[in-house]
Nanobody
């Protein structure tokens, strides 16, 4: 069993930056893919970014491509999301998740462990 804890959310003005962290406890991420999703009020949870630990490949939603960067820590127990050029539409609760697969996917149901989420609010 792995427990995931997100941190780094907050309030930022449009155009600003934030760095989210996801820490795994209980055990490491092992070789399973991990990713970030977000959920805005009244909307479904949507894919943001994911990384395959086995080959380092990364994937991004079109809405964040070029602005967000997903990365892994040197130890297999941390993951980050560097967010730049933030827009008001990026406002949401951000969740990190671990996939049941080795290779990253964009499907919510492929992820079976989740953190509690961290709020990101971007003001205009």
């Amino acid at each position: 069993q792995v427990q995931l804890v997100e941190s780094g959310g907050g309030l930022v003005q449009a155009g600003g930056s934030l760095r989210l962290s996801c820490a795994a406890s209980g055990r490491t991420f092992s070789s399973y893919a991990t990713g970030w999703f977000r959920q805005a009020p009244g909307k479904e949870r949507e894919f943001v970014a994911a990384v395959s630990w086995s080959d380092g490949n990364t994937y991004y939603a079109d809405s964040v491509k070029g602005r967000f960067t997903i990365s892994r820590g040197n130890a297999k127990n941390t993951m980050y999301l560097q967010m730049s050029s933030l827009k008001p539409e990026d406002t949401a609760v951000y969740y990190c998740g671990q996939s049941r697969y080795l290779y990253a996917t964009t499907r919510y149901h492929d992820y079976n462990y989740w953190g509690q989420g961290t709020q990101v609010t971007v003001s205009s």
